[in-house]
């Protein structure tokens, strides 16, 4: 049979129906085929076809007639799919984030979807130094010859358009920075902030130590979570920025731990 190509609109489509899965599973863990057809009035096989996709990616498991969550405990999606999840969210966050960047200030992007919302909100600034470890990251400040961009050396991680490893550590240990925003997979009152593996533990870690300032810069989905490699206790950052879908206990248990947060209002 031949099917006809799939247009952008119904690609942008079966994106957010993608997204909106995976934060209805989130939410109650579990959830059947004709549950999921009948929220987004499709057709039990493009739910099927969309649970099957996201299996393939490590994000829910499937079983007879639907779903269930799993722990993303050892596992990053695709930076692809990262970038539509919480869009909104992490444009909030990037709006809050950017707001505290002043004019002359050297700032440290790292590496993820939410610093990548930071650096296109940043792209029309002027007299900044920017580090960072993301090719996202530079390609959008490169253009603007107000912003000085310094790439961190090291090995590149394709799946997180992103330079990692033991050369990127001894890289950020000759500068110093005014600010870094940083990201993680978890961000928890006990566990700290948690990634999913050492080489970005190790990375994290050094940019940390290399800043007069951190900032976290985490999504709802986020907060509360924990992932493989600990990176620090909460109380290693100076200041925590997330939205208003973050569960209010665990920041006040944030708070509680030593780290102050701000909540952005996604629009």
Known sequence: MTHAPMTHQNAMFAEERHRAILERLRDSGKATVEELASAFQVSAPTIRSDLARL???????????????????????????????????????????????????TVLLDAGTTTCEIARILKDRRRLTVVTNSLANAAILMENPGIEVILVGGTMQAQRRATLGPLAVRFLTSIHVDRAFLAFNGVHPDAGFTVVDFDAAEVKRQMMARAAEVVVVADSGKIGRSAFAVVAPVSAAHLLMTDDGAPAHVLARIAEQGLPYRVAKAA
Do not use: C, N, W
């Open 55 to 105: 299996e393939q990616q490590g994000l829910l498991r499937r079983t007879h007639g639907g779903a269930l969550s799993v722990d993303g405990t050892l596992f990053e999606p695709p930076y692809d799919h990262r970038e539509v999840l919480l869009h909104r969210e992490k444009r909030a966050i990037a709006r809050m984030a950017a707001d505290a960047v002043k004019d002359d200030e």
